[in-house]
């Protein structure tokens, strides 16, 4: 099916929702904003990666706080493309905001859709919770395997969006650890906002 031209007024929605967002190459456990997002896994109980480095980071409340969440089903507080909220202890940040990415398993199983989730879920908790800056990392690209460039497509299409419909939220920062991810994320930004103006 394709997908009618955007209208002006949709242009500038999205437009708006674009120019909150920001790439940096930074530490995210050093950010300071309202929350940052935590690319977990379903049991909540740290892992490598950002999710380690966020866990050591903010100290072993942490965990006893991701142990508090509920199961959904055994071994699972927060299943796939969901989003949970714990307090930031000894972050910078107030909250951590914890969301699933999906596994990369060659594109035919959902994952652009679950990836999108996250980061819309994600903004949709902060909102209900009266945040108003997060800072993500790109989801799903470390050990999850997802390729970087369509996962930061993705980051920035979802967010455009989420942001669109949650204007209470001010600032997003796209957080890069290392060149390639900060370029791929500029990249993805530039082309989505090119897009719409034209």
Known sequence: ???????????????????????????????????IVNAANEALLGGGGVDGAIHAAAGPELLAACRAVLEERSGVRCPTGEARITPGFRLSARFVIHTVGPVWR??????????????????????QQGLRSLAFPAISTG?????LEPACRVAVGALAGALAVHASIESVSLIAFGEPTARALHDALQAHLTATQA
Do not use: H, W
């Open 106 to 127: 060659g594109g035919q199983y959902g994952e652009a859709e679950l990836l999108a989730r996250c980061y819309r879920n994600a903004v949709s908790l902060a909102a």
């Open 1 to 35: 099916m394709t997908r009618a031209p955007a209208s002006d007024s949709e242009r500038a929605v999205t437009g708006a929702a674009l120019g909150k967002l920001e790439v940096r190459a930074a530490d995210i456990t050093r950010c300071r904003v309202d929350a």
């Open 143 to 147: 050990v999850f395997g997802y390729p």
